[in-house]
């Protein structure tokens, strides 16, 4: 359920049409987006824009109850999950909701994303670097 206002007008119709535990993933630029399911292209170079400046602008507007990360982030990239974590704890205290946390190995991961309403690519260039987040209610 949509929160606020985005610049991104394809990242925010998306989210005006999220319902409750739909899905929507946040991906680094490697991470392949399946046939049917929309893609939202913002990678420009490797590295830009990162992965958690647009998690950031997307949790202002997604009301989210649950995310969902590869096993695999704890060995790979686990700056990447700290940073992540962080993010959720701050949006758990400015919205007095717990956000929980799953962790699937990476080609489960791939798996779930496929009922994803659309996979937003960044330039993140680190590994498993990307995040289903769950829709939750305003309410």
């Known amino acids: 359920m949509k929160k606020g206002t985005l ?14 535990t739909n899905t929507l993933t ?14 939202i292209d913002l990678a420009v170079i490797k590295g830009l824009p990162e992965l958690m400046p647009v998690l950031e602008a997307v949790l202002k507007e997604l009301s989210v109850e649950k995310i969902i990360l590869a096993e695999e982030i704890r060995d790979k ?9 962080e993010i959720i704890n701050l949006t758990e205290i400015e919205e007095n909701k717990k956000i929980d946390v799953e962790y699937v190995p990476h080609e489960e991961f791939k798996e779930k994303t496929r009922s994803s309403k659309a996979i937003i690519r960044t330039g993140e260039y680190k590994a498993f670097a990307n995040i289903i987040l769950v829709s939750g209610v305003t309410f």
């Open 26 to 39: 946040i991906g680094d630029c490697g991470l392949p987006v399946p046939e049917g399911v929309q893609r």
């Open 7 to 20: 610049l991104n007008s394809e990242i925010s119709y998306i989210i005006s049409k999220m319902g409750h």
């Open 77 to 85: 990239s686990p700056d990447i999950l700290n940073n992540i974590i």
